[in-house]
């Protein structure tokens, strides 16, 4: 497993340093169409996506957080709530698990391929 440890990224550009470390970040995100098994269309810092059953996705980071700090934000589009999840996986410094909710409070997935989910993830990196 590779790992990337970079203090700043300098933009193409020519503008200055964005220190990406002493920033509030998002350290790991993903976005994904693909209503049933979640693969990510687009992520950083996101190993796999674990299908954990109906309405509950569960983010495998690439590179672990610091400790369970974690906050996430989330839309799961058409009326999802996204929240996490600690009868799965919970929240660990190298996972962490959703559930999602229709509007009526049941657990659902993506309403439909092609409506996205997208989750992003703040806090330390180890």
């Known amino acids: 497993m590779s790992e990337l440890r970079a203090d700043t990224i300098t933009a193409s550009n020519g503008t200055g340093p964005v220190t990406l470390t002493k920033q509030s970040a998002?350290?790991?995100?993903?976005f994904t169409t693909d209503k049933t098994t979640h693969v990510p269309d687009n992520s950083l810092n996101i190993s796999t996506i674990t299908d954990n059953d109906l309405g509950r996705p569960e983010a495998n980071f690439t590179n672990n957080f610091n400790d369970t700090f974690i906050a996430a934000a989330g839309d799961g589009g058409n009326n999802r709530f996204v929240s996490n999840y600690t009868t799965d996986g919970g929240i660990t410094t190298s996972t962490f698990?959703?559930?999602?909710?229709?509007?009526?409070?049941?657990?659902?997935?993506?309403?439909?391929?092609?409506?996205?989910?997208?989750?992003?993830?703040?806090?330390d990196l180890a």
């Open 97 to 123: 698990a959703h559930s999602m909710t229709s509007s009526s409070g049941s657990i659902a997935d993506v309403a439909a391929t092609g409506v996205g989910l997208g989750l992003q993830y703040n806090g």
């Open 26 to 30: 998002a350290k790991a995100w993903f």
